[in-house]
């Protein structure tokens, strides 16, 4: 009768990771490189272009609310809250 090699896992462990424990500082640590960048191809300059300009129309969107907040707030304080 053949026995089967004891897994250093438990039963219902089926090895994948959740968190990765492996930080710097810890005794336990060992450096080791990030996913390969294998089969990932650049971006075009279009692309490129695209994603900033995406990014920026993003950022002025939330510019102009937060802008428009504080303008609404001022036009409360003027004519409502302060009003004599």
Request: proline share 6%; charged share 30%.
């Amino acid at each position: 009768m053949r026995r089967q090699a004891k897994s250093p896992l438990p039963e219902d462990d089926d090895g994948r990771t959740i968190a990765d424990m492996n930080v710097d500082g810890m005794p336990w640590y060992t450096r080791r490189t990030g996913p390969s960048e294998k089969g990932k191809t650049p971006l075009s300059k279009d692309e490129l272009r695209a994603y900033r300009w995406a990014a920026l129309k993003s950022a002025l969107l939330i510019v102009l609310i937060f802008g428009a907040v504080f303008a609404l707030f001022l036009a409360f304080c003027d004519f409502i809250w302060f009003k004599k």
